[in-house]
């Protein structure tokens, strides 16, 4: 299960172009975010994007967007015995769409690639070098205040 919160700071309309800045927090306890290599199991426990979207109008009510910024997050990497969190930080980009169905709710849908770079650690005398890297299909329900 995932719970996600995201903020838009700022959204701007040009014509058919539409700019607006997020934040999101994504806090896994997904199973499947786990993965062991060589005896090492990672494990992804959140990470987070701010990100700038810009996209068009297709209609008064559709848009269709890309977005891109900066992710960080924390992956816990554990070999028998010890365990190391590690911070990291990396980019993140992706495409959208969103649909108005009123004035202030809206769907979508939205594809995301997240890539961390966590840097070198070391867990149970061997040094671990880490990258997380994931890709994300969600659908989202928004409601504008």
Aim: aromatic share 10%; charged share 15%; hydrophobic share 40%.
């Amino acid at each position: 299960m995932a719970l996600a919160c995201w903020v838009a700071f700022r959204q701007a309309t040009i014509s058919s172009l539409v700019r607006s800045c997020w934040a999101s927090k994504q806090i896994w306890t997904l199973p499947r975010l786990k993965n062991t290599t060589d005896g090492i199991d990672s494990k992804l426990t959140w990470f987070g994007t701010t990100r700038t979207r810009a996209g068009f109008l297709i209609n008064p009510l559709l848009l269709l967007y890309g977005t891109g910024g900066v992710a960080y997050g924390r992956v816990e990497e554990s070999v028998p015995g010890a365990s190391v969190k590690t911070p990291g930080v990396g980019w993140a980009a992706g495409a959208g769409i969103q649909y108005a169905l009123t004035p202030q709710w809206s769907i979508g849908a939205e594809y995301l690639h997240v890539d961390l770079d966590l840097g070198s650690a070391n867990a149970g005398g061997a040094s671990v070098d880490a990258e997380a890297t994931t890709n994300l299909g969600r659908a989202t329900l928004n409601y504008k205040f």
